[in-house]
């Protein structure tokens, strides 16, 4: 997972809600098949946007307080969080255009 970290509850307020940068938090499961389908995706665009956008995991079995903070009834679910807030929310498989239209909207300071 090239530049995807998993994260745990202990670690969320840190790296997720204090980061300087957005973060596209990635709530999955490791029974979910749409989850690891969408690894490749993520992968490109953890590369592609290294230092500008972060993208964190998070399994909802290993951490059910932080899903259950945002209100995760399915996987995947996909929360772009900024300043400490969740700014956009996506749900489902999505395409890799589809991700890079949800990122580029958070690039550079913009929202």
């Known amino acids: 997972m090239a530049g995807i970290e998993e994260i745990k509850t202990e670690d969320f ?3 997720v809600l204090k980061s300087d940068i ?10 979910c098949g749409p989850c690891k389908a969408m690894m490749p ?3 490109d665009m953890a590369l ?3 230092g500008e956008v972060k993208i964190v995991k998070v399994d909802i079995d290993a951490e059910p307080k932080i899903a ?3 209100n995760i009834l399915g996987v995947p679910t996909f929360i772009m969080m900024q300043g400490g807030e969740a700014k956009e929310r ?4 999505m395409t ?3 991700l890079a239209a949800v990122f580029e ?3 550079g300071g913009a929202q």
């Open 68 to 70: 259950e903070t945002y």
């Open 48 to 50: 592609e946007y290294a």
């Open 96 to 98: 890799r255009g589809k």
């Open 105 to 107: 909207r958070f690039v």
């Open 13 to 15: 307020e840190a790296l």
């Open 22 to 31: 957005p973060v596209f938090v990635d709530f999955h499961a490791t029974w």
């Open 90 to 93: 996506l749900s489902g498989g």
């Open 41 to 43: 995706a993520l992968e």
